[in-house]
């Protein structure tokens, strides 16, 4: 019997490298009893559309080509219709954050075999006031670089595209008040920037969260600080390196449940798309995702899932 999967691809992530893979992913699948059902992404009202086509039709699957925002919307779409549907990634944007913290293959081939012959591991999801995201919920410094940055300059420049576009916006950037609520843990002051994480990597930044799991019903919380520019660059240094969680201008801690409000008009981000407006209630769904992964773990991602954690 054929599987039946919903296929949503951006076709102009990344570098548009997934377009001209189109036939070897239908060839591949097929071969192998997939039956795909393509949905070429449009833009804001994909959100809707895919809620209704996964309502109507009975898929086995969803399969996503694209980057964190294309996973965010399928996702949303999951969730919204009430199904609880696997998810197979094939990463193909210009910033692959949640698949680089499941250690995914980076070629489209090896992504195919994961999601045909891999484990199905329930993972954890964040949700914001209403809305999903897989990997990140942001505002403040940076947060909203992806919706600023170019389509034809991510695709020539991928990630450091993002990082010029944030250098050029620094020095024009202040900092937001912020009223952080983590059960006993109480944040009420200035920062210039604050993300809720699920993975270990935002933005590009592969160590921003070294305590993260996404199999351990928490959420991690990073809070930056006011600081000169000379001090920014070098906090900016140890985020790369992953040596900033110590340092005095950073508020790291891990929840399961918080609560953020900023005064002001400063829009939010989830997984590279626009978020809801302030106030915020964020909150970990432990467990609630299923997504193909390798069989074989490799040993950076056996805390993120070990043998006793898949189905």
């Known amino acids: 019997m054929m599987r039946k999967a919903l296929f949503i691809y951006n076709p102009i992530a990344g570098k548009k490298a997934v377009v001209p893979q ?3 992913l239908f060839r591949y699948f097929q071969g192998n009893g997939w039956r795909l059902y393509p949905y070429r992404t449009t833009g804001k009202e994909d959100d809707l559309f895919l809620v209704k086509l996964l309502e109507q039709e009975n898929f086995d699957s969803v399969i996503v080509s694209g980057g964190d925002g294309t996973l965010h919307r399928a996702a949303n779409g ?3 219709s009430g199904l609880d549907l696997p998810l197979g990634i094939i990463p193909s944007g210009t910033s692959n954050d949640f698949a680089a913290h499941l250690n995914l293959p980076q070629n489209i081939e090896s992504c195919c075999d994961v999601i045909v012959n891999g484990k199905l591991a329930k993972l954890d999801l964040g949700w914001a006031s209403g809305s999903y995201f897989i990997n990140v919920a942001s505002a403040g410094l940076l947060s909203d670089i992806p919706h600023k940055t170019d389509i034809a300059m991510k695709n020539v420049m991928g990630k450091l595209a993002y990082y010029l576009k944030g250098i050029e916006n620094i020095p024009n950037f202040r ?5 952080i609520q983590a059960g006993r843990r109480v944040f009420n002051e200035d920062a210039l920037l604050f993300l809720v994480v699920n993975g270990n990597t935002a933005g590009g930044f592969s160590r921003l969260a070294p305590r993260a799991s996404i199999v351990d019903g928490k959420l991690d919380v990073i809070v930056i600080k006011p600081c000169n520019l000379g001090q920014m660059f070098g906090l900016f240094l140890k985020l790369f390196k992953g ?3 110590n340092d005095p ?3 790291y801690f891990q929840t399961s449940h ?3 409000d900023c005064p002001l008009h400063v829009d939010t981000d989830l997984d590279g798309e626009p978020g809801p407006r302030f106030p915020l209630e964020i909150k970990v769904l432990s467990r609630r995702l299923p997504v193909y992964i390798p ?3 490799l040993p950076s991602s056996r805390r993120m899932v070990s043998s ?3 189905f």
């Not at 900092?175 to 009223?179: K, R, V």
């Open 22 to 24: 189109l036939d070897y």
């Open 78 to 80: 999951i969730l919204r």
């Open 243 to 245: 040596e900033h969680i």
């Open 295 to 297: 069989k074989r773990i």
């Open 258 to 260: 918080l609560t953020i």
């Open 175 to 179: 900092a937001i008040p912020l009223e």
């Open 249 to 251: 201008r950073v508020e």
């Open 308 to 310: 006793g954690e898949l």
